[in-house]
């Protein structure tokens, strides 16, 4: 579960910095007598609205798609990663629209581009990617009973 925490934070850094990157007029590029936000602040700003989504829905539907995938019990590694791939994947998106339902009143917008459901679905594998190399990284030591 710690783990789990972790990873959220450490996805929704990496997230909001590669969203803030996209987002960033460089200052070469940017028009004279108007406001430009920095780098840092994009990021932060971004931050203030990953978290909560990190950490209150993508924690628990992280949970509940490792309970599912122990309860399979697939044999195939391949088939495990494609199955976490697209769990997690479904889940984000669904996890934003429903972020972007609650955080605009109530209103539904037709695209899935401006809905924001395609940055869920980023968001969440990011989160798995990061979840599996966090495995590589601290390598747990395992109990021989």
Known sequence: ???????ALISSLLFCVILAWFNYIP???????TYYWS????????????????IV????????????????AWANPVIVYLFRFIAYAVAGML?????????SAGT???????????WGMLASILYLHVWLVSFWVVKEKRRVW
């Open 108 to 118: 539904l917008t037709n695209s899935l581009l401006s809905s924001g459901a395609v």
């Open 27 to 33: 200052a070469a590029q940017q028009q004279p007598n």
């Open 39 to 54: 780098f840092f602040s994009l990021v932060a700003i971004y931050l203030i609205y990953a978290i909560p989504v990190y």
């Open 57 to 72: 829905g993508g924690v628990p539907v992280s949970i509940l798609i490792e309970a599912l995938n122990r309860q399979i």
């Open 1 to 7: 579960m710690i783990r789990k925490v972790v990873v």
């Open 95 to 103: 996890l934003m629209m429903l972020f972007q339902f609650v955080t």
